[in-house]
């Protein structure tokens, strides 16, 4: 390969046909990550969810009672069956909880029931607002002190400082009483902004999380694939384009949320059972790398193909294990 010595040239972008290995599902543990591996169908409507389940929403004060309304109702209606059925499975050992993100996956689940709560009572100080009910917008709206805390831990990254900003504008049975005329409707117009921003914040809180969680097996997957690729690798390259040119190198491939810097260049990384793709880029050439393990994982086989009309074999061997 033309210039490059200690990584692999550059390549065009083409279709690998193992991608279509998509549709293979994990199964470690069946009962959490079951064959039916499909995206949802279409966007869940958000809004008919919070409204099926605006009692409950309103009286969530802690994880626990965030999660059993996620497992029981809203995870179903969300289309995030896989999720709740893996945060009521039993006996999972504390390393393929690990393994699976148990911890990071009910995090995600508790904000997104913060997230529905939030969003639901911005749009009840919106609509009380519109209708110039201001007395019916009391401050008890946000319930207990307990019920407060929770959420806005819930919401200390996203949407806490505009729901903080409407507790702060809520007025209270004692002080309602003497609004009157304009200030009621100057009260009642800053309100409707306040919860305005609430509810604009908390619906794109709600997508993020639901997204993270929509997309919890595609992590569990790329984390799998990285554990599984990282060691050190001796790698043979067979150049078609440069007369049979052979080449050999060192990579070291790190362990999942570690320094990438090692290997420069490599932008994607995709390890699906035994297939392996490996996109590099740099200097404006690409080269993908499409590859399987043989061997019980110790060896590595498969083809290349460049940017620059390069083309050809890679055979790898393992020759340290994962370090980190």
């Given at each position: 390969?033309?210039?490059?010595?200690?990584?692999?040239?550059?390549?065009?972008?083409?279709?690998?046909?193992?991608?279509?290995?998509?549709?293979?599902?994990?199964?470690?543990?069946?009962?959490?990550?079951?064959?039916?591996?499909?995206?949802?169908?279409?966007?869940?409507?958000?809004?008919?969810?919070?409204?099926?389940?605006?009692?409950?929403?309103?009286?969530?004060?802690?994880?626990?009672?965030?999660?059993?309304?996620?497992?029981?109702?809203?995870?179903?209606?969300?289309?995030?069956?896989?999720?709740?059925?893996?945060?009521?499975?039993?006996?999972?050992?504390?390393?393929?909880?690990?393994?699976?993100?148990?911890?990071?996956?009910?995090?995600?689940?508790?904000?997104?029931i913060g997230d529905l709560a939030?969003?639901?009572?911005?749009?009840?100080?919106?609509?009380?607002?519109?209708?110039?009910?201001?007395?019916?917008?009391?401050?008890?709206?946000?319930?207990?002190?307990?019920?407060?805390?929770?959420?806005?831990?819930?919401?200390?990254?996203?949407?806490?400082?505009?729901?903080?900003?409407?507790?702060?504008?809520?007025?209270?049975?004692?002080?309602?009483?003497?609004?009157?005329?304009?200030?009621?409707?100057?009260?009642?117009?800053?309100?409707?902004?306040?919860a305005g921003r609430l509810e604009?914040?908390?619906?794109?809180?709600?997508?993020?999380?639901?997204?993270?969680?929509?997309?919890?097996?595609?992590?569990?997957?790329?984390?799998?694939?990285?554990?599984?690729?990282?060691?050190?690798?001796?790698?043979?390259?067979?150049?078609?384009?440069?007369?049979?040119?052979?080449?050999?190198?060192?990579?070291?491939?790190?362990?999942?949320?570690?320094?990438?810097?090692?290997?420069?260049?490599?932008?994607?990384?995709?390890?699906?059972?035994?297939?392996?793709?490996?996109?590099?880029?740099?200097?404006?050439?690409?080269?993908?790398?499409?590859?399987?393990?043989?061997?019980?994982?110790?060896?590595?086989?498969g083809t290349f193909v460049n940017?620059?009309?390069?083309?050809?074999?890679?055979?790898?061997?393992?020759?340290?294990?994962?370090?980190?």
């Amino acid at each position: 390969m033309n210039g490059h010595r200690s990584r692999p040239q550059f390549v065009e972008r083409t279709v690998w046909c193992g991608l279509g290995y998509l549709a293979i599902s994990l199964s470690v543990v069946p009962l959490a990550l079951g064959t039916a591996d499909t995206l949802p169908s279409a966007m869940p409507n958000f809004q008919i969810v919070i409204l099926a389940h605006r009692d409950k929403l309103m009286k969530v004060d802690s994880d626990k009672e965030a999660i059993d309304l996620f497992v029981s109702a809203i995870g179903p209606s969300l289309q995030l069956e896989d999720v709740a059925r893996t945060l009521t499975a039993k006996s999972i050992s504390p390393k393929l909880s690990k393994d699976l993100l148990v911890p990071e996956v009910t995090q995600a689940a508790q904000q997104l029931i913060g997230d529905l709560a939030a969003w639901h009572l911005a749009t009840i100080v919106q609509q009380t607002t519109k209708d110039k009910h201001h007395h019916g917008v009391p401050a008890e709206l946000l319930g207990s002190s307990t019920r407060r805390e929770w959420l806005a831990l819930q919401g200390r990254t996203t949407w806490l400082k505009s729901m903080t900003d409407l507790a702060q504008a809520l007025p209270t049975q004692e002080n309602s009483a003497t609004d009157q005329g304009d200030a009621t409707n100057t009260k009642l117009i800053a309100l409707s902004e306040q919860a305005g921003r609430l509810e604009v914040e908390a619906l794109q809180a709600t997508y993020q999380d639901w997204d993270r969680l929509r997309g919890w097996k595609d992590q569990v997957r790329l984390l799998r694939g990285q554990v599984r690729l990282c060691g050190t690798w001796q790698w043979v390259i067979h150049n078609h384009q440069q007369h049979h040119l052979e080449q050999k190198l060192s990579l070291l491939f790190p362990p999942p949320g570690a320094d990438r810097a090692s290997l420069p260049g490599l932008v994607e990384t995709i390890v699906l059972g035994d297939n392996v793709y490996l996109r590099w880029e740099i200097d404006g050439r690409v080269q993908e790398d499409s590859l399987q393990f043989v061997k019980d994982g110790q060896r590595l086989e498969g083809t290349f193909v460049n940017s620059q009309g390069g083309w050809g074999s890679i055979s790898g061997k393992r020759t340290a294990s994962c370090k980190g």
